[in-house]
């Protein structure tokens, strides 16, 4: 049962320009929505996280923006970089739950 | 400051055998929690153990089952090995039951087990 939709599936950006990756939930129980990022051969990092209660977070060249209403999510990457090319997961969680529901991942190749 | 660590990080079983992964938490951690990553797939949730005690299942046969050790250390057993159960097997801890916030969860490497 997939609880949250990510998309694209595969993003290809030029250094400099603008990442942006999006996912949508259909459980308004949930509270809490991270990102993580994933090198091959690593497991996933904490990358930036937000909850409902605010539109935006942002943290560096990372931002995330939120829209209760639409049920929608989305990172941005700023100024993105060849050493941001990883795989990056959005995912969230219930109020006083324990598991994460990962999105199907969204692999981003940086050009140079 | 050592992070997750996973044991085995590779692994090779046939069919019908038996696996059992370990993991050691960060310091200070009471909380696993096992997450299996198939090829190309977001993690999903198999278990949460907090202070040693069960807190949550995911969607998973009853093959698959863990423990939690009074060190909060863990392991993962997974019985009559499937093709299917060939994946990335994580395991993350918090310091508390619930991630979020401070709290966060934080991935080990993985044990990558192959089912031929």
């Known amino acids: 049962q997939q609880q949250v939709k990510q998309s694209p599936q595969s993003l290809i950006v030029q250094k400099g320009g603008i990442s942006i990756i999006n996912c949508a939930y259909e459980n308004t129980a949930f509270d809490y929505f991270p990102w993580y990022q994933q090198f091959p051969g690593k497991g996933p990092a904490l990358l930036i996280a937000i909850r409902p209660d605010v539109s935006e977070k942002k943290e560096g060249r990372f931002t995330i923006s939120f829209n209760k209403s639409a049920k929608q999510f989305s990172l941005h990457i700023m100024d993105s970089q060849p050493g941001d090319s990883a795989t990056y997961f959005c995912?969230?969680?219930?109020?006083?739950?324990?598991?994460?529901?990962f999105g199907e991942g969204t692999q981003l190749t940086v050009n140079p | 400051d050592t992070g997750v660590t996973q044991s085995p990080t590779h692994l090779i079983k046939t069919r019908g055998q038996q696996v059992t992964l370990r993991c050691s938490p960060i310091?200070?951690?009471?909380?696993v929690s096992w997450y299996q990553q198939v090829l190309g797939q977001g993690p999903q949730f198999i278990f949460q153990?907090?202070?040693?005690?069960?807190?949550g299942r995911g969607n998973f046969p009853d093959r698959f089952s863990a423990r939690q050790f009074p060190n909060y250390s863990s392991e993962l057993n997974v019985n009559a090995l499937l093709l299917g159960d060939s994946a990335l097997y994580l395991c993350a801890s918090s310091f508390g039951g619930s991630p979020s916030g401070a709290n966060v969860l934080t991935f080990g490497a993985g044990s990558r087990l192959t089912v031929l």
């Open positions: 153990y907090y202070e040693k005690e069960e807190r």
């Open positions: 995912a969230a969680k219930q109020t006083s739950g324990s598991r994460l529901t």
């Open positions: 310091s200070g951690h009471k909380s």
